[in-house]
């Protein structure tokens, strides 16, 4: 099966940029997908196929992906940034895997 | 409004049986491929089932021959049948509109999540 690994967590300052990794075999290869989930709400979408922003989505959040790591990168990090974040890829033989989550402190 | 509402979630023994129901509006339904995802308390996201526009089904290893997902497009609703409930299956159960055919992610739409809780 296709596994992506996350960090557990990362912690920034307001302002600062904020780098949350996804890795997985050659996910350089696959379109990579991210969520943001606050707690006690239901995931949002907001990256997809590696860098693209679904609107409504602040041009804060960008992606990109290469080799074996995807990277979610938050811009002028915001205390509402504050969520978990999953990374999701596409893979026929693994069931549409989820990473683990980061929870991404704003301190 | 565009909006999916999932409902049916509650406590059941170890293995019985439940339904859950995902109200779907505000968008043309019968053209969307949908998807259940599952996530227990603390944990991270799971995927569950997926149907096509053409009612193909997909399961994950975990839950095949368990659980039956279903759409009824003419009421603009999803279900997913849940068998042999274990433990394991207790979790916040949400419904997930595809953004692309093939079954694929992303998952761009999200209803809120209703809870199903396994115990005796």
């Known amino acids: 099966s296709y596994v992506l690994t996350q960090p557990p967590s990362v912690s920034v300052a307001p302002g600062q940029t904020a780098r949350i990794t996804c890795g997985g075999n050659n996910i350089g290869s696959k379109s990579v997908h991210w969520y943001q989930q606050k707690p006690g709400q239901a995931p949002v979408l907001v990256v997809y196929?590696?860098?693209d922003r679904p609107s409504g989505i602040p041009e804060r959040f960008s992606g990109s992906n290469s080799g074996n790591t995807a990277t979610l990168t938050i811009s002028r990090v915001e205390a509402g940034d504050e969520a978990d974040y999953y990374c999701?890829?596409?893979?026929?033989?693994?069931?549409?895997?989820f990473g683990g989550g980061t929870k991404l402190t704003v301190l | 409004e565009v909006q999916l509402v999932e409902s049916g979630g509650g406590l059941v023994q170890p293995g019985g049986s439940l339904r859950l129901s995902c109200a779907a509006s505000?968008?043309?339904?019968?053209?969307?491929?949908m998807h259940w995802v599952r996530q227990a308390t603390g944990k991270g996201l799971e995927w569950v089932s997926a149907i096509g526009t053409a009612g193909d089904t997909y399961y994950p290893g975990s839950v095949k021959g368990r659980f039956t997902i279903s759409r009824e497009n003419a009421k603009n609703s999803l279900y997913l049948q849940m068998n042999s409930l274990r433990a394991g299956d207790t979790a916040v159960y949400y419904c997930a509109r595809g953004a692309v055919a093939g079954l694929a992610p992303p998952f761009d739409l999200w209803g809120r999540g209703t809870l199903v809780t396994v115990s005796s």
């Open positions: 999701q890829v596409w893979d026929s033989s693994s069931d549409h895997p």
């Open positions: 196929d590696d860098s």
């Open positions: 505000g968008f043309t339904f019968s053209s969307y491929d």
